[in-house]
């Protein structure tokens, strides 16, 4: 069974704290993308990586990093931790020439 | 960039009612229309998707429709049962790294 596995299924971090959250996939796929869910929001992409050291900014990049330096796993960094990065980060995968994306099933970060 | 709006944000169905969801987006060029279902304490699943060069497409109780020149594409899930109860999103992608989603609808089915 194909799996998109994020390290953390709940955080909570103090306000100015450096922020690593992982994903790991298996499928061999190139892409990979970060996304943070909010009520009312939907799903809305803060980086993506369409190959190794590669990344692209997405829509909501502000306060955030990205790392991937082997072709499965892909980090989200957030440097300094404020409480509007309080939110559901889900993580999610797709191979060249396929559109759709596999999921993992998402890291719900508090900063307090 | 691509806009993908949706509606409603909240559905109730009664168990066996037809349920439909409806979206639309921005972009001309977008091609590919998947939809994705978020149970609790899960990540979003694809459950059907439909491609620019299709007008409907069917997956036993669930199908999509689509109408390109109105620019706007259509979840029905018919016979509902309560384990159909979860957040529906609806997403558009021109085949690159551009998918946008929809807000969401959060489907609940009473038995």
């Known amino acids: 069974d194909v799996k998109v596995t994020q390290s953390s299924r709940y955080l909570v971090k103090r306000t100015g704290e450096k922020v690593f959250l992982e994903c790991v996939q298996d499928?061999?796929?190139?892409?990979m993308f970060w996304y943070r869910q909010d009520p009312g929001l939907g799903l809305r992409l803060i980086y993506f990586?369409?190959?190794?050291?590669?990344?692209e900014k997405g829509d909501i990049p502000e306060g955030y990093s990205v790392s991937r330096e082997k072709k499965e796993r892909f980090s989200l960094i957030l440097e300094s931790a404020s409480t509007n990065q309080t939110s559901m980060y889900l993580c999610?995968?797709?191979?060249?020439?396929?559109?759709?994306?596999?999921f993992g099933s998402g890291t719900r970060l508090t900063v307090v | 960039g691509e806009n993908v709006e949706q509606h409603p944000s909240t559905l109730s169905v009664q168990e066996g009612d037809s349920a439909v969801i409806k979206c639309t987006y921005s972009?001309?060029?977008?091609?590919?229309f998947p939809w994705y279902k978020q149970e609790l304490g899960k990540g979003p699943q694809l459950i059907i998707d439909i491609r620019s060069n299709v007008g409907e497409k069917k997956d036993q109780r669930i199908a999509v429709t689509l109408n390109k020149t109105a620019k706007h594409f259509s979840l029905h899930i018919t016979e509902t049962q309560p384990e159909d109860s979860a957040v529906y999103f609806c997403a558009a992608s021109s085949g690159g790294n551009d998918m946008r989603f929809g807000a969401g609808t959060r489907l609940t089915v009473k038995p």
């Open positions: 499928m061999d796929h190139e892409n």
């Open positions: 990586s369409y190959d190794v050291k590669m990344k």
């Open positions: 972009d001309s060029a977008s091609n590919y």
């Open positions: 999610a995968s797709n191979g060249q020439g396929y559109y759709g994306y596999t």
